[in-house]
């Protein structure tokens, strides 16, 4: 069970806020071992800086989720599936996540809630945004039912869809597992993620 700075530390989108929370759970001497592993699994994520040109840390883990958001008709283009694991593997690797999933049950575990931060942030990010659930050029917003439509058609497609069209089903597998738990816990008894279309 998460201690309430580690719990914390799960909720907050801001990279530096959240290593501000996970070294005051280390000084406190809380969960060594599983803070070390979140500690990497930080580094790796926020590893460069954002564009901004301050401070602010870009991440690696929704550099991820953009890239297969990108490529998500990548199966009806010519080369497009090629071209598009490429890419994903290329991401996949700068993230290590082969090294975390051939780690032990702690590591794999720690890895998943990362994914499970992203797929919440992405939907939180999403609701958020103005111009996501606009119609008509940005003139009128979407209703409440078609916006969670739109969220839930998106997610399916990038987490479910598109791993085996591009034959990395087993490598995506753990995201595509936190996206189903994300979505069904963000929008409790609306059924979920269809498990195929």
Sequence with gaps: MDTPTIAEYYKEHDPLKRKDLLEKSISLGEDLENNEIRRRLWEIRYE??????????ADGFLALWMILEFNRNAGGKLFGAKGARKDVKKQLEKLR??????????HQELLYRECC?????????????????????????MNAEKA??????DIHETAVLLPPVLGMEKELEILTKA??????LHFPGEGGLALSE
């Design 179 to 184: 996206a189903r738990e994300m979505y069904e």
């Design 97 to 106: 996540f082969h090294e975390f999933l051939n780690g032990d049950e702690r």
């Design 148 to 153: 969670k439509a739109k969220l839930q058609k």
């Design 117 to 141: 931060h992203l797929v919440k942030m992405y939907m939180e990010l999403c609701e958020s945004d103005k111009s996501y659930t606009s119609i008509l050029c940005g003139i009128m917003s």
């Design 48 to 57: 460069n800086k954002a564009e901004s040109g301050t401070d602010a840390r």
